[in-house]
């Protein structure tokens, strides 16, 4: 029996051995491939996929956890053939002072690239040509627009950033421009596309990133990770390529350029938005986003979630096609992707400052 029992120990060690043989080379195995990534710089880094700013993406950008990402605070940002301020709050703006001031109403303005003001000059957004009119109609009361648009933002990241910033902002309005981006392949967010999700919509990315936040930042300092990624993000894009074109015969993966903000996600989204502001005790404005391409019946869904909650509506599509100007209001695609340019945001500044205060005298917010 003792020697049965030794016989039985000895070949449990050997085991153990072998197992930790094998636990060691796989180890050197990555960790020697690690080293060899690194030293070739194979993982590289995807192409830039922002909208609004073309340059300096390696340092305009930081990582958020929430948020995904925002700008870094306090630079002037290169893009588009302009210099872009990004201010303490890394907001495109002018420095908003927090807390409030006494005596200002303050308007926190939410959106994308259009928000923004992509190739535009900050006098020139919407949310500046409306806060200059407010001005005017409310006899110079002190009026401030926020501008607190950023490159790529869905509906999700713009009612995520109202959660976050809103209490110390503390707006006594609330708009969203938001839409095309909800629209977005899964994988179309910014350039760290290794950090932001393939195949997730952007509720199923915030939930992962915030119960696995440890691993993935773990695993997002691995070139040899990076690499695997890249790779496997390659095979998608080159089939999103083919679902484009319609080539659907040749598709190798399917549905994984399912939207970053689904249909049931946004009007969720804008539910939750008009919920945040009156939570702030601001009013919430809805404005339907006027795109290159938008009929004057886009975005049908923003005017159902305003009717349905009771919220302020802005319909930029409309407004832009009443006007006769609608084709004068866009820069190329070619040449800015088909943004709004200056014609464009004071269209739409003046409808939404029309929209708010339709006379010189009116109180009605």
């Known amino acids: 029996m003792a020697r049965a029992a030794l016989i039985s120990e000895g070949s449990f060690w050997r085991r153990r051995r072998r197992e930790l043989f094998a636990l060691a080379a ?4 990555f960790a020697g491939a690690e080293i060899a990534v690194r ?9 830039a996929q922002m909208p609004g700013i073309a340059g300096e993406l390696e340092t305009s950008i930081i990582d958020d956890p929430d948020l995904f990402w925002r700008f870094r605070p306090n630079q002037d940002v290169e893009g588009d053939g302009m210099v872009y301020r990004i201010n303490a709050l890394g907001l495109r703006d002018r420095e908003v002072v927090v ?3 006494p005596g200002v109403w303050r308007v926190l303005s939410l959106g994308e690239s259009t928000t923004f003001g992509a190739g535009v000059a900050l006098a020139d957004t919407y949310g500046a040509v409306a806060e200059h009119l407010l001005r005017e109609r409310f006899n110079d009361a002190d009026i401030e627009v926020v501008n607190a648009g950023v490159g790529a933002y869905t509906s999700f990241q713009c009612v995520k950033y109202l959660e976050i910033e809103g209490p110390r902002l503390a707006p006594d309005m609330v708009w969203l421009f938001s839409g095309a981006n909800d629209g ?5 967010r910014n350039y760290r596309n290794f950090r932001d999700g393939f195949g ?3 509720r199923e990315l915030h939930a992962i990133r915030t119960r696995y936040a440890g691993l993935l930042n773990l695993a997002n300092r691995s070139d040899l990770y990076k690499l695997f990624r890249r790779l496997q993000t390659g ?6 390529g ?3 074109a319609g080539d659907a015969k040749s598709l190798k993966t ?4 399912q939207p970053r903000v689904p249909m049931a996600d946004r009007l969720a989204n804008l539910r939750r938005f008009v919920a945040l502001a009156r939570e702030l005790g601001a009013v919430p404005v809805l404005l339907v986003p006027a795109y290159f391409d938008s009929p004057p019946d886009a975005y049908a869904e923003v005017r159902e979630i305003a009717a349905e909650t009771g919220s302020a509506l802005v319909d930029l599509p409309r407004a832009l096609h009443a006007g006769g100007q609608f084709d004068a209001c866009w820069f190329g695609l070619e040449e800015l992707g088909g943004h709004p340019n200056a014609t464009g945001h004071r269209l739409m500044g003046e409808a939404i400052a029309a929209a708010i205060a339709p006379g010189p005298e009116t109180d009605r917010f």
């Open 39 to 47: 030293a070739l710089n194979l993982a590289g880094r995807p192409p």
């Open 26 to 29: 796989t180890a050197l195995f």
């Open 184 to 188: 977005l392949a899964s994988f179309v």
């Open 200 to 202: 997730y919509t952007d």
């Open 99 to 101: 807390p409030k001031p």
């Open 254 to 257: 399917q549905g994984v350029w």
């Open 235 to 240: 095979r998608w894009l080159d089939d999103y």
């Open 242 to 244: 083919r679902h484009v």
